[in-house]
């Protein structure tokens, strides 16, 4: 396993590497690595030659300096976490400066609506963040492809949307949503829950398989009254927002419509610990 800290030390290995006519993977995080991390890892692996992990916490996309400060990083367990597990893989890991320049701040973006609605309504500037990120990281490594959770599906379709506004030419890959034994989604966010609340969280994910369930004969309408009172008898957790929202532009449904793909979106506290999950819903 090889680590690079400097763009220009990456991207000179990069240009090596496609001059071989190998294929470049790249599996973008944010650190405090995980099995969800590892399976991207792992799909990356088997659809390209060359796989480079990105771990960088990135500043422009907290809205909320304490939740930065308290994101949790553990750069010396990442990589031995990864050593022990892949042999091939590259790392790269810059400091914010290596990856901005001198200025740290977000471009701004239009994503056609796509990040005014859930995350986007409750996180101020969070994609333009996000956006920046992914823009620099995909200018600095230039992958073939980039697979990315569906965990954090909105923000899924937001880096595909990037990609078709800047002509980037990096496939964005979607890879299913890694779950605990429980249920609740693998998230670095669940290493700060107590056992107590880690262990009530997975009724996020019972919540959203009962969803599932109920989308073939009852409304939407219905459906996001029965969640919010579900959530308001909760001793543990507090919900932030539900929504049922068509699968490619993340509009609330109105009415479901056949042929249509949607998916069931939520995001709640465990104490101060905001999760969120999601689940495609036949139609």
Known sequence: MQVFREKEE????IQKAKSEGRSIGLVPTMGALHEGHLSLVENAIKETDQVIVSIFVNPTQFDNPEDLEKYPRTPDQDLQLLADRFSNIWVFFPE????????????NFDFDGLETVMEGKYRSGHFDGVGTVVKHLFE?????????????????????????????????VGCPILREDSGLARSSRNERLSSQNREKAAFIYETL???????GTESAEYIEKWVKERFEDHPYLKLEYFEIADAQTLKKINRKQSGNQYR??????AGDIRLIDNIALDN
Not at 264 to 269: D, E, G, L, P
């Open 96 to 107: 914010a400066q290596e990856l901005y320049g001198n200025e740290i701040l977000s471009e």
């Open 264 to 269: 069931a979106f939520i995001a709640a506290y």
């Open 10 to 13: 990456v991207k000179k290995a």
């Open 209 to 215: 398989k009962e969803v599932q369930g109920l989308f």
């Open 140 to 172: 600095t490594i230039t992958p073939h492809k980039a697979f990315f959770g569906e965990k954090d599906f909105q923000q899924l379709q937001i880096i595909r949307k990037l990609t078709h506004k800047t002509g980037l030419p990096v496939e964005i």
